[in-house]
């Protein structure tokens, strides 16, 4: 895996801030493969309750993630919750992903 013990805690305590300390974060993409270089930081969300306004706490996320990580990096966050159908990108993800 491609982030610091220091980006992990990071990446898990912001989320704590926005969703709640029950939501699983999963790293996956390109950033799990220790062998590449660069890419985004891509994660899932697992919330395990539903969530006022997910799109507005995914973008300030989005944000605080920028900002505390120390500058401009592309990080795609998505958001599944409990009571969502699994999409294929979803599956894909907990096949593959690794949790924070």
């Given at each position: 895996?491609?982030?610091?013990k220091?980006q992990?805690n990071?990446?898990?305590?912001?989320?704590?801030q926005y969703f709640?300390?029950?939501?699983?974060?999963?790293?996956?993409?390109?950033?799990?493969?220790d062998?590449l270089?660069?890419?985004d930081i891509?994660?899932?969300?697992?919330?395990n309750t539903?969530?006022?306004?997910?799109?507005?706490k995914?973008?300030?996320?989005n944000a605080?993630l920028q900002?505390a990580?120390?500058?401009p990096?592309?990080?795609d966050i998505i958001i599944?919750?409990k009571?969502?159908?699994?999409?294929s990108?979803?599956?894909s993800?907990l096949?593959?992903?690794?949790?924070l």
């Amino acid at each position: 895996m491609r982030l610091t013990k220091e980006q992990q805690n990071i990446i898990k305590d912001k989320v704590n801030q926005y969703f709640g300390p029950d939501t699983q974060v999963i790293l996956f993409g390109s950033r799990t493969d220790d062998q590449l270089k660069g890419g985004d930081i891509d994660l899932l969300l697992e919330l395990n309750t539903a969530v006022e306004n997910p799109l507005k706490k995914n973008i300030s996320l989005n944000a605080a993630l920028q900002i505390a990580l120390g500058g401009p990096q592309k990080i795609d966050i998505i958001i599944h919750q409990k009571s969502d159908p699994p999409t294929s990108l979803y599956k894909s993800a907990l096949k593959e992903g690794v949790r924070l």
